[in-house]
């Protein structure tokens, strides 16, 4: 599929407080074929989610006044799985992480390039859209349980609430429980073949993974790494 295939009847809310950027990022996006729509503030984002349905959101970090881009984020995500993509003029891990941990589906460094931009969307709305592979209903791994049809995740009965992203790399292990997936493998599953050098995705969804579903994420029984290869989960039982 193209990209102009793929962007068609697609619609990205864009939200920044900087019009030029608003403008450079509407115009990339318009030529590629998606639909545009803009916020220049976070008090404003949830009732255009609500109205316009987008099917993604470019949401700006440091928005000049009302709540900040994390802070929107983290509303957005109690009614909508919508994608989102964080623009950040920083990229530190604690800066990504805090996006992750906020809901965030990706992050997008600034200044970037047009080709970047037009990449980045299009990679998560593949991700956001494609189908699951098919596997039984349920899943038990020690004190983990997973209802693939439902979506929802219990840790000692108690229900575990995982992020989009969360969820489809638990879902990765799962389907592969006792083998290891190599970094490279899981981020092509988990995030597509564009992302597949990007490590700092993965340890940081590792890291939020084992802190809730392991006893002592510093000490993980289920979720285990092997060293410079990548990731397994272990179903062992208690």
């Known amino acids: 599929m193209s990209s102009a295939e ?3 009847g ?9 019009p030029r950027v608003v403008r450079l990022v509407s115009e990339v996006l318009k030529a ?22 987008p099917d993604l959101i470019l949401l700006d ?18 009614f909508s799985d919508v994608a989102i993509v964080m623009l950040t003029a920083k990229a530190t891990e604690s800066d990504v992480l805090a996006g992750f941990e906020a809901g965030a589906d990706d992050y ?3 200044p970037f390039s047009a080709k970047e931009l037009a990449a980045r969307v299009a990679a998560v709305l593949r991700r956001s859209q494609r189908p699951e592979e098919a596997v039984t209903a349920a899943f038990a791994c020690g004190e983990i349980q997973i209802d693939f049809a439902r979506h929802s995740v219990k840790v ?11 969820y489809a790399l638990l879902h990765q292990l799962a389907i592969h429980a006792g083998r290891v997936l190599s970094h490279a ?12 050098d990007d490590l700092d995705y993965l340890r940081a969804y590792i890291r ?7 006893v002592d994420p510093a000490n993980p029984k289920y979720i285990l790494t092997q060293p410079g290869i990548g990731y397994y989960l272990v179903c062992t039982g208690e």
């Not at 990205?12 to 900087?18: K, T």
């Not at 803009?38 to 989610?49: D, F």
């Not at 000049?64 to 984020?73: A, I, Q, W």
């Not at 000692?156 to 969360?166: D, H, K, S, W």
């Open 208 to 214: 939020y993974l084992r802190r809730k579903l392991e």
């Open 61 to 78: 970090v440091l928005l000049g006044s009302g709540p900040n881009g994390h802070e929107v984020c983290r509303r957005i995500r109690e």
């Open 185 to 196: 493998d899981l981020l092509t599953r988990v995030w597509g073949p564009e992302y597949r």
């Open 32 to 53: 590629v074929g998606y639909q545009v729509v803009a916020a220049a503030s976070g008090a404003s984002v949830l009732e255009m989610v609500a109205l316009e349905q």
């Open 10 to 18: 697609r619609k990205i809310l864009v939200v920044d407080d900087e």
């Open 6 to 8: 793929q962007a068609r």
């Open 108 to 110: 997008l460094t600034k």
């Open 156 to 166: 000692r009965g108690q229900p575990v609430a995982l992020t989009r992203t969360e």
